[in-house]
């Protein structure tokens, strides 16, 4: 007979997210502190940060500007509605970031997630295709491994069926998806940009002759796909999708929440591949994660016919009760000074030749059967172990964190790397080498 699990009793109050419970609570991963590249964990160990806390943390742990601007709103606005009222600074917020939206986006809905961002986006091209006199135009096309949250409309959309199959039944309607791009036999160990796949935008065609374009509201795609295991848009396949978009009249949005703010080396990756959405969903390093927010960017014209479309009272309805909440515009406008006065998107861009080449010197690893990369993004493509998918990378995982002292993070048999836009060239080599000996130990 198996003998039972054992755990510390003390952590059974909690349940968490999209983690093996019993398997974590039979052995922990404690984190107790952070500063810049590292973590510590509970034992006292020095952490390697290789995936910016969750893609998030983009300008490094405990910044000591955020932690005074969010210390100092708190002992004087703790909070203030968000309905029919406001404060002075979510709106200096908004104003500091639609300096970085690309042209003709400049007005912004706050929220709390990347989730609530999606979710808004959706509601937002609803809302905007009722009030032009086109409320047929209610159908949404996602993509196979397409991520978008755990909002019932952001997973019906997303495409991880692993995420869907418990909620299928009451998922949202009108919902087709694109194929994905991810294709070993043509791009495996592209560097940058696979040349394959920009065919593959011409599926929405296909979707428009079935379902017709007067019925499609918008396409939704990451423009870098990351939970899902780092899979890069072939050249040509983005613009493509934008040239289809509007010839048929579909609102396209990206999901930026991971791929925002500086991780591809600019600003949003809409300014990275020069391609232009008419809706962008953001969230993660919009605060440096040191308060939860969301955001949804929109072209001005789509924002002003939702407003102007009522005469008087609320035009959308649609909000959070902490949308735009003190303390995360307080940490938001922070972040932004420190990526602008450190130059970080800019360092980004200029770091990221050094973490191409130190990813793909994996290629000779155990198991390695791709490796993927853009900006400051790797993906790390495993043999599947036989009978036992995803169990390979999670054994990386563990030994990195437990033997390595370093946090990486897995998605099937997949390592994503992510780490913050301040790692040197000598972190990079430290990163890589402790995934390299964590491939080697458990092979």
């Known amino acids: 007979m198996t003998a039972p699990i054992t755990h510390d009793p003390a952590l059974d109050a909690q349940w968490m997210p999209f983690?093996?419970?019993?398997a974590f609570k039979a052995r922990p991963r404690l984190l107790v502190s952070a500063?810049?590249?590292?973590?510590?964990?509970?034992?006292?160990?020095?952490?390697?940060?290789?995936?910016?806390?969750?893609?998030?943390?983009?300008?490094?742990?405990?910044?000591?500007?955020?932690?005074?601007?969010?210390?100092?709103?708190?002992?004087?606005?703790?909070?203030?509605?968000?309905?029919?009222?406001?404060?002075?600074?979510?709106?200096?917020?908004?104003?500091?970031?639609?300096?970085?939206?690309?042209?003709?986006?400049n007005r912004v809905f706050f929220s709390n997630s990347g989730s609530e961002a999606i979710d808004s986006a959706?509601?937002?091209?609803?809302?905007?295709?009722?009030?032009?006199?086109?409320?047929?135009?209610?159908?949404?096309?996602?993509?196979?491994?397409?991520?978008?949250?755990?909002?019932?409309?952001?997973?019906?959309?997303?495409?991880?069926?692993?995420?869907?199959?418990?909620?299928?039944?009451?998922?949202?309607?009108?919902?087709?998806?694109?194929?994905?791009?991810?294709?070993?036999?043509?791009?495996?160990?592209?560097?940058?940009?696979?040349?394959?796949?920009?065919?593959?935008a011409d599926a929405l065609e296909t979707m428009v002759a079935t379902h017709g374009a007067d019925s499609i509201a918008a396409v939704i795609v990451e423009p870098l796909a990351g939970s899902t295991g780092v899979l890069v848009p072939p050249v040509g396949y983005l613009e493509r999708l934008r040239a289809l978009c509007t010839t048929h009249g579909i609102l396209l949005i990206f999901d930026e929440v991971i791929s925002g703010f500086g991780r591809l080396g600019a600003p949003f990756a809409a300014q990275h591949f020069g391609v232009t959405p008419d809706i962008m969903a953001m969230a993660k390093g919009l605060t440096n994660a040191a308060v939860p927010m969301g955001a949804t960017a929109v072209q001005s014209a789509i924002h002003d016919t939702v407003v102007n479309a009522s005469e008087r009272g609320i035009e959308f309805f649609h909000g959070y009760t902490y949308s735009g909440h003190p303390l995360a515009a307080a940490a938001g406008i922070a972040t932004l000074d420190i990526y602008e006065q450190e130059g970080l998107f800019d360092r980004a861009r200029t770091i990221a030749p050094v973490w191409e080449a130190a990813v793909h010197s994996l290629r000779d690893a155990p198991y390695v059967i791709d490796i993927r990369n853009l900006g400051l993004v790797a993906g790390i493509e495993l043999e599947p172990r036989a009978g036992f998918p995803g169990a390979r990378a999670f054994d990386a995982f563990v030994n990195c964190f437990h033997e390595q002292d370093a946090l990486i993070r897995v998605t099937g048999d997949i390592i994503a790397l992510s780490p913050p836009l301040t790692i040197s060239s000598d972190q990079i080599d430290e990163l890589v080498s402790k995934v390299r000996r964590a491939l080697h130990a458990i092979a």
């Open 122 to 200: 959706l509601k937002i091209a609803l809302a905007y295709h009722r009030a032009r006199g086109a409320p047929e135009r209610r159908m949404f096309i996602g993509r196979t491994r397409g991520y978008h949250g755990v909002g019932f409309g952001g997973i019906s959309v997303g495409g991880i069926e692993t995420n869907r199959q418990t909620f299928a039944a009451q998922l949202m309607p009108h919902i087709d998806h694109l194929p994905h791009t991810h294709d070993l036999a043509h791009n495996a160990f592209s560097k940058g940009q696979p040349q394959w796949g920009a065919h593959l």
């Open 35 to 105: 500063k810049d590249m590292h973590y510590q964990s509970d034992d006292g160990r020095e952490i390697l940060d290789g995936t910016a806390g969750l893609w998030c943390v983009n300008a490094g742990h405990c910044r000591p500007s955020i932690i005074e601007a969010i210390t100092r709103t708190a002992s004087t606005l703790d909070f203030a509605p968000s309905f029919q009222m406001g404060h002075p600074l979510s709106f200096a917020f908004a104003k500091k970031l639609v300096k970085l939206f690309p042209a003709g986006m």
């Open 19 to 22: 983690t093996a419970n019993k």
